[in-house]
C-alpha cells in the first residue's frame, strides 16, 4: 500500500472517500465542492466565498459599540438581513465544525507546530506561529476585500463562471505564493 493511501486512510484503490480516512480524494472533494455551487446558484443567487462573512460578523459587532456605522453604505449592504449575507456567513461556520468533526472522526492528529514552520520562523513557540498566522491571515482578508473576493470565491467560483478577472486573479495569487515561498522558506 503507498504512503499516500495510508495517509488517507484507504487501500489505494479508487477514488471512495470513507469519513474516518485521514485526508478525501482531492478529486472527490473537488467535485463536491464543485456541486455545492449548484444550490448557491438556484436558491440564493449567490456563489460561494467566505470574506464576505467577516464584513457581515464584524460589522454587525461593531454595529453593537457604535450603531452609527450601519449608516456606511458598504457595510449596511453586508449586515442586511439576506441570504447572501447569511449562507457565507454558515458556509465559513460550516468549514470550521467540518474540520473539526473530520479531525475527530478520522482520528488525525498534529502537532501544533510543524517542523517546517519550527525551522521558517527560528522557534518552536506556538505562540509565535498562532501570532503569523492570524497577521497573515488578517492580511489576506483585507486583500480580499479590496478585490473585492476572496481566494475561494475567485478560484471556486470566478473560475467555474470562467471569468477573466477571477483567472488573472487565480493565476497571480499562485505566482505570489510560490514567489513569497521562495523568497521565505529559502533557508529551509
Given at each position: 500500500?503507498?504512503?499516500?493511501?495510508?495517509?488517507?486512510?484507504?487501500?489505494?484503490?479508487?477514488?471512495?472517500?470513507?469519513l474516518?480516512?485521514?485526508?478525501w480524494?482531492?478529486?472527490?472533494?473537488?467535485?463536491?465542492?464543485g456541486?455545492?455551487?449548484?444550490?448557491?446558484?438556484?436558491?440564493?443567487?449567490?456563489?460561494?466565498?467566505?470574506?464576505?462573512?467577516?464584513?457581515?460578523?464584524?460589522?454587525?459587532?461593531?454595529?453593537?459599540i457604535?450603531?452609527?456605522?450601519?449608516?456606511?453604505?458598504?457595510v449596511?449592504?453586508?449586515?442586511?438581513?439576506?441570504?447572501?449575507?447569511?449562507?457565507?456567513?454558515?458556509?465559513?461556520?460550516?468549514?470550521?465544525?467540518?474540520?473539526?468533526?473530520?479531525?475527530?472522526?478520522?482520528?488525525?492528529?498534529?502537532q501544533?507546530?510543524?517542523?517546517?514552520?519550527?525551522?521558517?520562523?527560528?522557534?518552536?513557540?506556538?505562540?509565535?506561529?498562532?501570532?503569523v498566522?492570524?497577521?497573515?491571515?488578517?492580511?489576506?482578508?483585507?486583500?480580499?476585500?479590496?478585490?473585492?473576493?476572496?481566494t475561494?470565491?475567485?478560484?471556486?467560483?470566478?473560475?467555474?463562471?470562467?471569468?477573466?478577472?477571477?483567472?488573472?486573479?487565480?493565476?497571480?495569487?499562485?505566482?505570489?505564493?510560490?514567489?513569497?515561498a521562495?523568497?521565505?522558506?529559502?533557508?529551509?
Amino acid at each position: 500500500m503507498s504512503e499516500i493511501a495510508q495517509a488517507r486512510g484507504g487501500s489505494g484503490s479508487g477514488f471512495a472517500c470513507s469519513l474516518k480516512a485521514k485526508a478525501w480524494s482531492p478529486y472527490v472533494a473537488g467535485i463536491l465542492i464543485g456541486l455545492l455551487q449548484v444550490p448557491a446558484f438556484l436558491l440564493i443567487e449567490t456563489a460561494l466565498g467566505a470574506s464576505s462573512s467577516y464584513v457581515t460578523v464584524g460589522g454587525i459587532a461593531a454595529s453593537w459599540i457604535d450603531p452609527a456605522v450601519t449608516n456606511i453604505d458598504y457595510v449596511a449592504k453586508h449586515i442586511a438581513a439576506t441570504g447572501k449575507n447569511w449562507w457565507q456567513v454558515a458556509l465559513v461556520i460550516g468549514v470550521a465544525i467540518g474540520a473539526f468533526l473530520s479531525m475527530r472522526i478520522s482520528g488525525a492528529r498534529r502537532q501544533p507546530i510543524s517542523p517546517i514552520w519550527s525551522r521558517a520562523l527560528g522557534t518552536a513557540s506556538p505562540g509565535v506561529r498562532y501570532a503569523v498566522a492570524f497577521g497573515a491571515g488578517f492580511v489576506m482578508l483585507f486583500g480580499a476585500r479590496i478585490a473585492d473576493g476572496c481566494t475561494s470565491g475567485h478560484g471556486l467560483s470566478g473560475m467555474a463562471q470562467l471569468a477573466v478577472s477571477s483567472t488573472v486573479a487565480v493565476a497571480a495569487m499562485f505566482a505570489g505564493g510560490i514567489a513569497t515561498a521562495l523568497l521565505l522558506l529559502r533557508r529551509i
